[in-house]
């Protein structure tokens, strides 16, 4: 059994990117779902059971901090949410996790790094 993992992130390419670091982590996926910002990512939770959720901060339409937030205010149990940005200021930070982030990966990021992040939300 692996994960069932929800990337939410408007860059194409950097999804692939975490997807590829998430499989050179050796973390077993067994599913990915995809969204380009907050809004996408909120619709993709109502339709899909998701275990751990990777999420950029600067999106269109919804940015990651709201889509925690609206997460939070949406769902009693969510799966941890992991930020993953290259914005990575104390405040940044802070907010995330005031807003119910569990995690933060800084981009970029080594497949040693993902895996050291990762792993406690990994059972
Ligand atoms: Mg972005």
Request: proline share 4%.
């Given at each position: ?49 998701v275990d751990l959720i ?24 969510p799966p941890p949410i ?42």
């Open positions: 059994m692996g994960h069932r993992v929800l990337i939410v992130d408007d860059s194409p390419t950097m999804r692939r990117i975490i997807m590829r670091g998430l499989n050179q982590a050796g973390i077993p996926v067994s599913e990915f779902t995809e969204a380009n910002d907050g809004l996408e990512g909120l619709a993709v939770l109502e339709k899909n059971q990777l999420s950029d901060i600067n999106m269109p339409n919804m940015n990651g901090l709201d889509f925690v937030k609206a997460i939070g205010e949406s769902h009693s149990a992991v930020m993953v940005s290259s914005e990575c200021s104390e405040d940044v930070m802070a907010e995330a996790m005031t807003r119910g982030a569990q995690g933060f990966l800084k981009k970029p990021f080594t497949a040693e790094k993902v895996m050291e992040v990762l792993k406690p939300f990994l059972d």
